[in-house]
C-alpha cells in the first residue's frame, strides 16, 4: 500500500522512460486500479524506438514499423501526452509542456504538477559549428532518419545510372559517414552491403564505383568492443574497399563538398553525422543539479543527488558500483537503461510505500555490431567474435532485448522470410513529400526536391 496519493511524471519515452512505466505499471497494479496512483508519460513521439534496429532498418532487413514500440499499447495503465517539456520547476513539482494542439489552442504551454519525477529525455546529436554541415547532412537517430537515408542511398545510384555528367556520378556515388562508433560503423556496414547488393541491379553502376569513406577523430572506432575487435573492424571494412580515415575530421561540407582535416576533398551529395550526442535541452531547463557535462547527477539508487522525489537514468551520471576507480558512471547505452529502468520503478514503488531503495549495480558484458548481412565483432564476456559468429549473436541478443513478444515475433518472422527471398530495393523517397504530386496537379508549386532526395 502507498502512504498518500502519487502522481507520477515520467518526461521522455525512451529506453527508460517507457521501461520505468512498464515496471510501475507491475509493481503498482492494485494502486493503479485503486486510483491511488496515476503515471504520466510525455514523450514527442507516441512510440519508443528500438534504436539498435535503425541499421538494419536503413538495410530493409526490419520494416521500419517493427523498429518502434506503440507506447499506449504497452502502456494501457498510463496516461499518454504526445508533446514536450519546455521547463521544469522541482521545487514547485510542476512541468511545462507543449503538445500538438498546442499552437492551435492558442493558449500558450500549460503546466502539469507532479509529485515524483522521472527525467528520461535521452539525448540528441552533438554537432559542430561546419559549414555546410546543418544543410546538407543527415543523422543516424531516429528511425525516419534510418529510412530516409535507405531511400537518399539508392536514388543517388538512380542519378548515377542517369546521368551524362561524370561529375554528378562522382558526387551521388560518394557516402562519407562522420564517426566512427556503433551508429556510423553499423550504419555504414549495412548500407554499404546493402548497396552492393542493389547494384547488381543496374546496368551502369558496379560496387567498386561507389566511395564509401569513413572518418574518425580518434585513433580507434568501436571502442566498446576492444581494441583488437577494432583493429580487425577496420581491417575488415578496408577489405571491403572501405576508405577508413583515422585521427581526421570533417572541416567543412559547403557546397556538397567534403573538407577533410588531412587535405581529401570529396565531392558528395550524401554526408551522414553520427559523431556523438549530447544532453537533451532540457536539463538546463530545470532546478536539477548537473555536472560539469550537463548531465543529471545521480546516486546509485538512480535518484537525482540532492533532489527529493526526482528520479534519472539513461543518459543520466549514474555511479558504477562494479568498479574500484571513484567517479566512474555507468556508460550511456542500451545495456544500462534497461536495467537501471527495472530498478527505477523498483525504487519508486519502494519509496511510495516506505521501504529501502536497491542499489543498481550490473557488470558490463560487452558488446555486438553488425557490420553487413553475415557479418559483424562482439567482445562478450571476455571472448571476442568475428565474422558469422558474431553477426548470429548481434541478432539473437537483440531480439531477447527487443520489447514486447509482439514485437519478437515480427522481427523474427521478417529476418526468417529475408533468408527465403531476394532484397527489396525499392527506393519510397516521395514518402517524404506525400502531397508534392497532388500539389502538382492543383497547380501548385513542387517542392524543391519532390522524391525527397537531398
Known amino acids: 500500500m502507498v502512504k498518500e496519493r502519487a502522481r507520477i511524471l515520467i518526461v521522455g519515452g525512451g529506453y527508460v522512460g517507457m521501461y520505468t512505466a512498464l515496471r510501475l505499471q507491475q509493481k503498482l497494479k492494485a494502486e493503479l486500479k485503486r486510483g491511488d496512483v496515476e503515471i504520466t508519460v510525455v514523450s514527442p513521439d507516441p512510440y519508443m524506438t528500438y534504436q539498435p534496429f535503425l541499421p538494419e532498418a536503413a538495410a530493409g532487413s526490419i520494416s521500419p514499423r517493427h523498429v518502434v514500440v506503440p507506447l499506449r499499447r504497452v502502456l494501457g495503465q498510463c496516461r499518454i501526452v504526445i508533446g514536450e517539456a519546455q521547463s521544469i520547476d522541482h521545487a514547485k513539482r510542476t512541468a511545462t509542456l507543449t503538445t500538438l494542439a498546442t499552437e492551435e489552442e492558442g493558449a500558450g504551454a500549460e503546466q502539469i504538477e507532479y509529485d515524483e519525477l522521472v527525467l528520461a529525455p535521452g539525448s540528441v546529436s552533438r554537432t559542430l559549428p561546419i559549414p555546410g554541415l546543418a544543410d546538407y547532412a543527415i543523422g543516424f537517430k531516429t528511425v525516419e532518419e534510418a529510412i530516409g537515408l535507405r531511400n537518399h542511398v539508392i536514388e543517388q545510384m538512380d542519378i548515377a545510372s542517369s546521368t551524362r555528367d561524370p561529375a554528378i556520378r562522382d558526387a551521388a556515388l560518394t557516402f562519407v559517414f562522420v564517426g566512427g562508433g556503433y551508429a556510423g560503423v553499423e550504419a555504414l556496414g549495412e548500407l ?31 571502442p566498446e568492443v576492444g581494441e583488437a575487435m577494432g583493429k580487425y573492424t577496420v581491417t575488415e571494412l578496408r577489405r571491403r574497399n572501405i576508405d577508413v580515415r583515422l585521427e581526421t575530421r570533417l572541416e567543412s561540407c559547403a557546397d556538397r563538398v567534403a573538407v577533410l582535416s588531412d587535405g581529401a576533398r570529396f565531392p558528395t551529395r550524401t554526408v551522414v553525422w553520427t559523431a556523438g550526442v549530447k544532453p537533451h535541452p532540457i536539463l538546463a531547463a530545470t532546478d536539477l543539479p548537473l555536472n560539469e557535462r550537463g548531465r543529471l547527477r545521480c546516486t546509485p539508487q538512480l535518484t537525482v543527488d540532492g533532489a527529493p522525489h526526482a528520479w534519472a537514468a539513461g543518459d543520466a551520471a549514474v555511479p558504477d558500483v562494479t568498479v574500484d576507480k571513484p567517479g566512474t558512471d555507468t556508460a550511456p547505452n542500451a545495456q544500462h537503461a534497461v536495467r537501471q529502468a527495472r530498478t527505477l520503478g523498483d525504487n519508486i514503488a519502494h519509496s511510495l510505500r516506505g521501504e529501502p531503495l536497491e542499489t543498481y ?59 527465403l527471398f531476394k532484397r527489396e530495393i525499392v527506393s519510397l523517397g516521395s514518402l517524404e513529400h506525400p502531397r508534392a504530386e497532388f500539389e502538382l496537379a492543383a497547380g501548385g508549386k513542387p517542392p524543391h526536391d519532390p522524391k525527397g532526395s537531398s
Request: glycine share 6%.
Open 192 to 222: 554499404e552491403d546493402m548497396a552492393r547488393y542493389t547494384a547488381r541491379y543496374y546496368h551502369n553502376v558496379r560496387p567498386e564505383d561507389m566511395k564509401w569513406i569513413l572518418v574518425e577523430a580518434s585513433d580507434r572506432i568501436l
Open 361 to 419: 549495480s550490473h557488470t558490463y558484458v560487452g558488446s555486438v555490431a553488425s557490420l553487413g548481412l553475415h557479418k559483424g565483432v562482439a567482445h562478450v564476456y571476455g571472448r571476442k567474435l568475428k565474422g558469422y559468429p558474431a553477426w548470429f549473436m548481434h541478432r539473437v541478443y537483440h531480439l531477447s532485448r527487443v520489447p514486447t513478444f509482439n514485437r519478437k515475433a515480427r522481427v523474427l518472422a521478417e529476418w526468417t522470410l529475408a533468408g
